[in-house]
């Protein structure tokens, strides 16, 4: 493989300054480099890091690039899982895909946004009642009530704390080694034979769901060859759709941050269907969700003149990118009017992904991500009033993934 170039980072190994330093690791040496990739070694193999448009493009060219090998198995077997969609390639891969894109109809996005209400508002008695919640954790409960319902998956109210731990553990410890991580794995075990029962029972009768719910799209799928996929699969792709929704919880505590930190902005949102879009992506650009993707060519090619093999693995670096000044003017700065000039590029905004929906690896719940944000918003202002009581909302960089370190404490909940 040819890299002259490239540089090439001095140290033997990057992985130990990757998980201690997160979502800086990469813009500190971008900036040392003078460049906007670099090769080093992550895990005892040679990697590419970047960030950018044309590295997102590159990433996420159809048939160019595969997950398989691309991503630590710590964080793939939290995250996405082997035979997973994410995992999977061409036909096979947009298949799977339609199966995902089939539930994310602006009416099924709909019906789960008011599910997400519903909930949220038979909850505000509760935290009022408590005189001071963390409104992440609360959120959290919120919407793993909420996404089970829209699925047609019933739940006991004793088993919502459950659940939600199982759900909310895999995405904790995604970004780390250590006790963290084997929680989740462990968890994720427990949330996994949950699932796989939900399936069986829908397949054999014993629960019935509505058609169109995921629980019945999912049990029902059929692979190219007809043949229904297998409990295993099946029962990773209902997670795969609770787990991510109920991870939003993070982005709607980094919204609640921003009303908090930028005042100016939440009558505005309030009141401003278009305002409030742009709200959401600006949360969305400006906070830390995961910091990398990765992916290794499939087949040999050119990038910038240089001839790479195949298996080369390549990282994007989604927090550099959303935080490129080429790209964003004054990208520290949080000012939601910027998306109402951003032309839509899907290679120049990727906090979930670039590339298009339907048929590359994007994130196929970005839509879901970006509707229940926005009801929480609402609800944030107009459903409720709270104060905010002296606390550390700093967010640590290093911490993968990131959220304010208190989880965003609120006191004096009160029904508006």
């Known amino acids: 493989m040819v890299t002259a170039g490239i540089p090439r980072l001095d140290a033997?190994?990057?992985?130990?300054?990757?998980?201690?330093?997160?979502?800086?690791?990469?813009?500190?040496?971008?900036?040392?480099?003078?460049?906007?990739?670099?090769?080093?070694?992550?895990?005892?193999?040679?990697?590419?890091?970047?960030?950018g448009a044309e590295a997102a493009r590159l990433l996420y060219t159809p048939d160019l690039m595969t997950r398989r090998r691309a991503i630590p198995a710590t964080a793939l077997t939290l995250l996405l899982d082997l035979g997973s969609v994410e995992m999977l390639e061409n036909g096979e891969h947009r298949r799977r895909k339609r199966m995902f894109m089939s539930l994310m109809t602006p009416a099924s996005l709909t019906d789960l946004a008011d599910t997400v209400e519903r909930e949220w508002r038979s909850s505000v008695p509760t935290w009022q009642q408590a005189g001071e919640v963390v409104l992440m954790e609360e959120v959290r409960e919120v919407l793993c009530r909420a996404v089970c319902a829209w699925s047609g998956i019933p739940l006991e109210t004793g088993d919502v704390p459950r659940r939600t731990r199982q759900l909310a553990a895999m995405v904790e410890g995604a970004?780390?080694?250590?006790?963290?991580?084997?929680?989740?794995?462990?968890?994720?075990?427990?949330?996994?034979?949950?699932?796989?029962?939900?399936i069986d029972q829908v397949r054999s009768g014993a629960l019935q769901v509505a058609e169109g719910t995921a629980a019945h799209v999912i049990a029902?799928?059929?692979?190219?060859?007809?043949?229904?996929?297998?409990?295993?699969?099946?029962?990773?792709?209902?997670?795969?759709?609770?787990r991510p929704s109920v991870a939003v919880a993070r982005f709607?505590?980094?919204?609640?941050?921003?009303?908090?930190?930028?005042?100016?902005?939440?009558?505005?949102?309030?009141?401003?269907?278009?305002y409030l879009r742009w709200f959401v992506q600006e949360v969305r650009r400006y906070y830390p969700f995961f910091p990398m993707v990765g992916g290794r060519a499939r087949r040999e090619f050119e990038w910038r003149g240089r001839r790479f093999s195949p298996g080369s693995w390549f990282l994007l670096d989604i927090y550099a990118?959303?935080?490129?000044?080429?790209?964003?003017?004054?990208?520290?700065?949080?000012?939601?009017?910027?998306?109402?000039?951003?032309?839509?590029?899907?290679?120049t905004f990727v906090p979930q992904g670039g590339g298009d929906h339907d048929t590359t690896h994007r994130c196929a719940g970005e839509w879901l991500t970006i509707s229940l944000v926005e009801r929480a918003i609402r609800l944030l202002s107009t459903a409720m009033t709270y104060e905010v009581p002296l606390q550390d909302?700093?967010?640590?960089?290093?911490?993968?993934?990131?959220?304010?370190?208190?989880?965003?404490?609120?006191?004096?909940v009160r029904t508006a």
């Open 12 to 51: 033997v190994d990057s992985s130990v300054a990757l998980l201690r330093e997160g979502y800086a690791f990469g813009a500190g040496r971008f900036a040392r480099c003078s460049t906007d990739v670099f090769q080093t070694r992550l895990l005892g193999r040679t990697a590419f890091v970047a960030f």
């Open 175 to 198: 970004g780390s080694v250590g006790p963290r991580n084997l929680r989740g794995q462990v968890l994720r075990h427990r949330a996994e034979q949950w699932a796989g029962t939900v």
């Open 220 to 242: 029902w799928h059929r692979t190219a060859d007809g043949a229904l996929l297998d409990t295993d699969r099946a029962r990773v792709e209902l997670i795969n759709v609770l």
């Open 252 to 274: 709607i505590t980094y919204a609640a941050l921003a009303l908090h930190q930028y005042p100016d902005c939440r009558a505005r949102a309030a009141e401003d269907d278009g």
């Open 321 to 347: 990118t959303n935080h490129d000044p080429r790209i964003w003017a004054e990208p520290a700065a949080f000012r939601p009017e910027r998306f109402g000039s951003w032309d839509g590029d899907p290679y």
């Open 393 to 412: 909302l700093s967010v640590d960089l290093s911490r993968m993934p990131a959220a304010p370190s208190s989880g965003m404490r609120i006191s004096r």
